[in-house]
Structure formats: C-alpha cells, structure tokens
Nanobody, 119 residues
Framework: QVQLVESGGGLVQPGGSLRLSCAASGSIFSILDMGWYRQAPGKQREWVATISTRGITNYADSVKGRFTISRDNAENKVYLQMNSLKPEDTAVYYC?????????????WGQGTQVAVSS
C-alpha cells in the first residue's frame, strides 16, 4: 500500500505564488521518479514536472522558468514551487510517484489539490 497526500493548493491572484507539497508513505521501494501532473476542467490530465532520485528535473514548456520541483528523499516528499501564476495554471494538481515493482514501472497518485488563479 502506497499513500500520497498533497497539500498547499488554494486561490491566488495572477502573478502570485503557491507551494504544493506531497508526502508519500507506505511500502515505498525502488523509487524511479516523483512528479506533478494537473487537470483543468474539461481537459485531460497533463504532465507538469518530474524529478528523479538523483535530482534531475524536467518541466513542461508551459511552466518552465516559473515552477520549481524539488524533493526530500529521506522523507519521501516532493514539492512544487509555483511562481508568476497565470489563470491558465488553474487546475487540480496531482502528485505522482513511480516505483519499479518486479522490473515494471507502476504509478501511484494522490487525491489532488485545487489551484485557482483568478483576480
């Protein structure tokens, strides 16, 4: 059993900042990556950012330069610092944990946290 719990969402004005947190617990072994995805109303879930166990980061073009992903390997936590937020960043943000189970990548998801960017 693996549980992911996100926090830090909320309502913010355009240009503002938020920091999302995600804590993973349970039977966590062989972590590949941790990351964030988001889903806006009426749209498919899209990838936002990923960080490997070695700290290598990748970002979607839409958030590059504005968002920063980081992780605490000892605590199995991942963070997303979101700056210069835009209305189009409004979405439910999901934490993702990818484990290697018997040589097969398996994804786990949090319940999501709402981010709303509006004046």
């Amino acid at each position: 059993q693996v549980q992911l719990v996100e926090s830090g969402g909320g309502l913010v004005q355009p240009g503002g900042s938020l920091r999302l947190s995600c804590a993973a617990s349970g039977s966590i072994f062989s972590i590949l990556d941790m990351g964030w995805y988001r889903q806006a109303p009426g749209k498919q879930r899209e990838w936002v950012a990923t960080i490997s166990t070695r700290g290598i980061t990748n970002y979607a073009d839409s958030v590059k330069g504005r968002f920063t992903i980081s992780r605490d390997n000892a605590e199995n936590k991942v963070y997303l610092q979101m700056n210069s937020l835009k209305p189009e960043d409004t979405a439910v943000y999901y934490c993702n944990l990818r484990l290697l189970l018997q040589r097969i990548p398996v994804d786990y998801w949090g319940q999501g946290t709402q981010v709303a960017v509006s004046s």
